[in-house]
Every structure is written in C-alpha cells, then in structure tokens.
C-alpha cells in the first residue's frame, strides 16, 4: 500500500509539472502583443480553378482583383493537370494572360509549380500518370523545367513557390517524397538562380524545420477558426507569440532569417463545400469583423508580407449573394496599406 501511495505522488507530481509548463507556455503565446507591423504588404492567392468551381467568371473575378481591390502581390496555383492536360502538349493561355494582366498593373506574383498547389484537391496530377508512380515522377521534373524555362524571363514573376506545404499530410496526394521535393527545388535553381524560392507549411500543425532549410523564404499559412466534425467551430488558444516563437526557434536551428505568411484565413473553414452551406453557417468563421481581427493578428506576428486566402469568396459573396461587406472591407485594407 505504501509502495502504491508513492508511486500515485510521483505520478502527481509529474503531472503537476507538466500541467504548470503548459500553462505557462500557454500564457506566453497569449500573452499579448500591441505592435502590429505598419509596413506589412498585403496579397491573395488567386485560383482559377476554384472560381470556376464555385460558378465564378474567373478572368472576371481577377480583374476585379486587380483593380476594384487594387492587389499588387498575387500568388497564382499552376496546375499541373490544367497546364498540360495530355502528355507534352501545353496549354499557358490562361496562365499567360494572368501574368500578363499582372504586368500592365505593375503587380507581383508568386507562381506555385510542383504536383501539389493552392486549392482542393491540392495535388492537381494529371490522368495519364496518375496509376504509374516512376512515369509521374519523371514526368513532374519535365513539367517544372518547362513552366520555369517559360517565366523565368518574366517580369511580373517574383518568387517560385515549389510545392504547397509538402510537409502536411493533406488533400488527395500521393505519399511525400523528399528526394523528388529537393529534385524539384535544384531544378528551379538551376534554372533560374536569379528567384527566391519559397517552401510552405502549416502555421499550426508543423514544426517548420523541414520546409525553412529549404527555402530561401519560408512560408507559413495562418488559421484561426476552424471547422471539425467531432467539435464543431474551434480558434486555436493561440496569440501571435506562437509564430514569433517558431520562428525564433527556427531561425537559431536553421538560420532562416525570411518569413511570410503565405495563406492567412479570409474565408470560411466549414463542414463540406464551402459555398454549398448556408450564408450564417459560412458567417461563423469568416466575417468582417473576424477579416479585421486576422489581418491585425497577422501584422502583430511581424512578417513583411501577408497573403490571404478567399479573394474568390468574397467576390462570389458580392456577386451572387448580395454582400459585398467583406470585399468592400478588403478594398478598404488594400487601398490604405
């Protein structure tokens, strides 16, 4: 019995430390932070494909972008199996346009090459590799050649973006290759050395060290309400010293000294199809007040540039829906930056 009631108070004990440490570092990523970084620049992702998909004139929806918003930073999904829908045979008219429309305003964009890219169902393989893993492979590395031979003369490019958070499990993909990620990463250098490349990874799920040592800017997405089935609407008990944090920390392990944040929420994270539910079930995670709250968030964070994520919701949202109010606020945050 004696043996027994020690036994329970070293367990006790350890749990109280553990406990203690939690809140403590719990407190400090809350703890708050005042200064929000005045200089940060702001950008979206831009995907054709998913304004196609939720029933959106897509070219529309991007001059809009360009200039009822006023965007000057763009990052624009190449998709792999939209590009080059058989084997060699190439279709850039969309992309070329895009880049093209971005030239004539001045704007910048980052172009994310790889399998796996912005958008459900992230990784965008096309038909005829998709039951033949060595053909894919190969194939992969002859497309990046081709898209990055194509713009690297381009003006408008600013950085590469290889691969969309590679490092999450996520959406419908194969299994992680690193070997093919850095293969993927040496052939952009190669050919272009004169770019950036940007590598991504989740904000809240990753530890960043396996994206940041490859990246010569790294990547971080940023969300703060989401959407499971078993709890409902959840916000990460989480403040802006959390991403400080990390990248502390990454920055002493790795050396990364560049850091954006890539894809910051700006539209709903939601059970299904986002625009198939309804417009109070969408309203819970993303509204006005929420876009307000996670841009400040983000500035709060510091890094220098911010991308949000939901340019093609909040213009289907004014569009179809009769609610303007989040791209109207959007403008307002684009034009006084």
Not at 111 to 128: D, F, M, N, S, T
Not at 256 to 266: F, G, H, S, T
Not at 292 to 309: M, Q, T
Request: aromatic residues 16%.
């Amino acid at each position: 019995m004696n043996t027994m009631k020690k036994i329970l108070k070293i367990f006790f004990k350890i749990f109280l430390v553990l406990f203690s440490l939690a809140s403590v570092i719990l407190i400090f990523f809350n703890f708050p932070v005042w200064k929000e970084n005045a200089n940060a620049k702001l950008g979206v992702t831009f995907s054709l494909r998913y304004a196609g998909d939720i029933g959106l004139n897509w070219r529309e929806a991007y001059l809009a972008t360009l200039d009822d918003l006023g965007v000057k930073k763009i990052r624009i999904p190449v998709y792999w199996d939209l590009t080059e829908p058989k084997e060699g045979e190439y279709n850039f008219a969309d992309l070329d346009w895009q880049l093209e429309e971005a030239q004539k305003r001045n704007a910048e964009i980052i172009l994310a090459i790889g399998q796996k890219v912005p958008r459900w169902p992230e990784c965008a393989i096309p038909e005829y590799v998709k039951n033949d893993d060595a053909k894919r492979k190969t194939e992969l590395a002859k497309f990046i050649e081709v898209v990055v031979n194509r713009y690297k003369n381009n003006p408008s490019v600013r950085y590469w973006q290889v691969e969309n958070e590679p490092f999450l499990k996520f959406g419908e993909c194969p299994a992680l290759d690193v070997n093919l990620l850095d293969n993927e990463i040496a052939i952009v250098r190669k050919i272009d050395p004169s770019r950036k490349i940007i590598i991504t990874d989740s904000g809240e799920l990753s530890l960043w060290t396996n994206a940041e040592k490859r990246a010569d800017i790294f990547g971080t997405t940023m969300y703060r309400t989401i959407y499971s089935n078993k709890y409902g609407f959840y916000t990460y008990p989480i403040g802006p010293r959390f991403f400080q944090f990390k990248y502390w920390m990454n920055r002493l392990i790795v050396g990364q000294k560049n850091a954006i944040v890539i894809e910051l929420q700006a539209e709903p994270w939601i059970a299904g199809w986002t625009t198939n539910q309804p417009l109070a079930n969408q309203f819970v995670s993303m509204n006005v007040d929420k876009l307000r709250e996670n841009v400040s968030f983000a500035k709060k964070v510091g890094f220098p540039e911010i991308y949000l994520w939901g340019v093609e919701w909040w213009y289907w949202l004014k569009i179809t829906q009769n609610h303007p109010e989040l791209w109207n606020t959007a403008r307002e945050m684009f034009h006084n930056q």
